[in-house]
């Protein structure tokens, strides 16, 4: 019973009684809202540490909301599970695609749910800028972003620049979606010296680099990529 403040935003009154009733009996300090708007607001006033947010929403919709949350450098690393309408991949594409850490499509089990919810905040908030100086490793596979090294079994790997960031920000995120366009901004960006703009083709090359290590890399089909979950 830590006690994490989630706040829920869904305009269904009796989902969003369901959802507010089994979140707080796991224990969780639960704000319910119901317009896009002012949930924004509300989260920007106390920055709860989780969002579970409803896609179709009066006013501003989820999508839009998302968006705002993450282009905010003050609301960006706030986790957000993303409530899709009928579970279709164009929505759940949309919700990633925009930034939501993670989804579970209507109708969902309030248990389906809790799990969700439990994972998301035991993944953490993104701290850029602590995993941005953080070594990470993967059995033998270790990304110093410090020392700008990556090495396979203690053997040092001749990586670009760009294959670099590339990796590192997907393996700074185990488990979480990127989309192409997300990584094409975070890792080639305003980068004129880039030879290449197409994410596939960067990815391509970092896998034939990574040799056994080469699965870490999975692809979300009709999205992007993310960084395998270390399996428990
Ligand atoms: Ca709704």
Not at 66 to 95: F, H, N, W, Y
Not at 201 to 218: M, N, Q, S, T
């Amino acid at each position: 019973m830590s006690g994490e403040r989630i706040l829920v935003v869904e305009d269904e009154t009796d989902i969003l009684e369901v959802i507010e009733y089994n979140l707080k009996r796991e224990g969780y300090r639960v704000t319910g809202i119901k317009n896009g708007h002012e949930a924004l607001r509300r989260i920007r006033r106390e920055t709860p540490e989780l969002v579970v947010l409803d896609l179709m929403l009066p006013g501003m919709d989820g999508i839009e909301v998302c968006r705002q949350l993450k282009r905010d450098p003050l609301t960006r690393s706030i986790p957000i599970i993303m409530v899709t309408a009928k579970g279709e991949e164009s929505d759940i594409v949309l919700g990633l695609g925009v930034g939501a850490d993670d989804y579970v499509p209507k109708p969902f089990s309030p248990k389906e749910l809790m799990a969700r919810v439990r994972a998301v905040l035991r993944r953490g908030p993104l701290q850029e800028d602590h995993q941005a100086r953080t070594r990470i490793s993967r059995q033998g596979l270790v990304i110093d972003p410090v020392a700008h090294k990556v090495t396979i079994d203690e053997k040092p790997l001749t990586l670009t620049a760009t294959e670099f960031r590339l990796l590192h920000t997907l393996a700074a995120h185990p488990g979480r979606a990127f989309s192409r366009d997300d990584l094409l901004t975070r890792v080639i960006g305003q980068d004129v010296v880039v030879l290449d703009r197409n994410i596939d083709v960067h990815v391509r090359a970092i896998r034939k680099k990574l040799g056994p290590y080469r699965d870490c890399i999975e692809t979300v089909r009709g999205l992007g990529y993310r960084f395998r979950e270390e399996s428990v």
